[in-house]
């Protein structure tokens, strides 16, 4: 039996939905890596299989704060996302179902980093993603590469 994976990478979105196709586009440029990358279109309690079995989450998602032009990449942490006013587009987001995991005791990941860019559109069907939006996908993938090599210790 091989052991857990230090990280988790979460990548969120749907590729039908213009910019929203981001975190699968993510996902598709670390299908070579050895770090364990999922792609998950659901939302809500859908996502409380993707907390557990590992110490370390990074969750790639597309952001729209209408602060910072489209392309922009932001890294959060849990409590930055916790700060900022309204609720999720998706209803019951990440952060609920990760309130939701705590409140019933499941064992949940330690440390969770997000690493989100700015979207333009993430609701035109069929949509192209935003050439900036697009542009972000390599730098994104190296980050990550990086921020796992480095907390596994590589």
């Known amino acids: 039996m091989s052991p857990a994976p230090a990280w988790r990478v979460l990548c969120l979105g749907n590729d039908l939905l213009a910019d929203d196709g981001f975190g699968p586009a993510v996902a598709q ?5 050895p770090v364990e990358v999922v792609v998950a279109t659901a939302a809500g309690w859908a996502l409380l299989d993707y907390l557990s079995g590992v110490p370390n989450l990074l969750v790639v998602d597309t952001i729209a704060t209408g602060r910072a032009a489209p392309g922009t990449v932001l ?3 849990e409590e930055d996302l916790l700060r900022a006013s309204g609720a999720s587009p998706h209803g019951l987001g990440l952060l609920e179902t990760l309130a939701l995991a705590r409140a019933l005791r499941l064992p949940v990941p330690g440390k969770i980093v997000w690493i989100a860019v700015e979207a333009a559109d993430c609701s035109t069907v069929g949509g192209a993603m935003h050439p900036a939006v697009r542009a972000a996908v390599p730098a994104v993938a190296e980050r990550i590469r990086k921020i796992t090599a480095i907390c596994d210790g590589g």
């Open 29 to 33: 440029t670390l299908r070579n890596t």
């Open 75 to 77: 890294l959060l942490e």
